[in-house]
């Protein structure tokens, strides 16, 4: 049983920092490809950040670049994401999700990620 539960989220000011948590357990098969997606109200969701357990570059939406790491602690079998400089347009759920598929690239679609978390509740003003 495969499960991915995220952390970290909140209430900030505009200008602060978060750093969201993805504990996962279960097997995920190759799972090379982990993602943060991020849903605001009356919006689709949309990836932010993908990572490769290759070790290949990460790959950032513009509306976060410069803003957003995204990183792995294979030891614990987590995945992270580092948010600074926040913005009011940050407000959102954040989602993590892992595919079993193994990827030359990672995708960027939300469509080829079969597992998925709860979320974690952003909140910037």
């Known amino acids: 049983h495969v499960q991915l539960v995220e952390s970290g989220g909140g209430s900030v000011q505009a200008g602060g920092s978060l750093r969201l948590s993805c504990a996962a357990s279960?097997?995920?098969?190759?799972?090379?490809?982990m993602a943060w997606f991020r849903q605001a109200p009356g919006k689709e969701r949309e990836g932010v950040a993908v990572?490769?357990?290759?070790?290949?570059?990460?790959w950032y939406s513009d509306s976060v670049k410069g803003r957003i790491t995204i990183s792995l602690d294979m030891a614990k079998d987590t995945a992270f994401l580092d948010i600074d400089a926040l913005k009011v347009e940050d407000t959102a759920v954040y989602y993590c999700?892992?595919?079993?598929?193994?990827?030359?690239?990672?995708?960027?679609?939300?469509?080829?990620?079969?597992?998925w978390g709860h979320g974690t509740q952003v909140t910037v003003s």
């Open positions: 279960g097997y995920i098969g190759n799972r090379n490809c």
């Open positions: 990572i490769d357990v290759g070790g290949y570059p990460p």
């Open positions: 999700a892992a595919t079993p598929e193994s990827y030359s690239e990672c995708p960027r679609a939300r469509a080829r990620y079969e597992y």
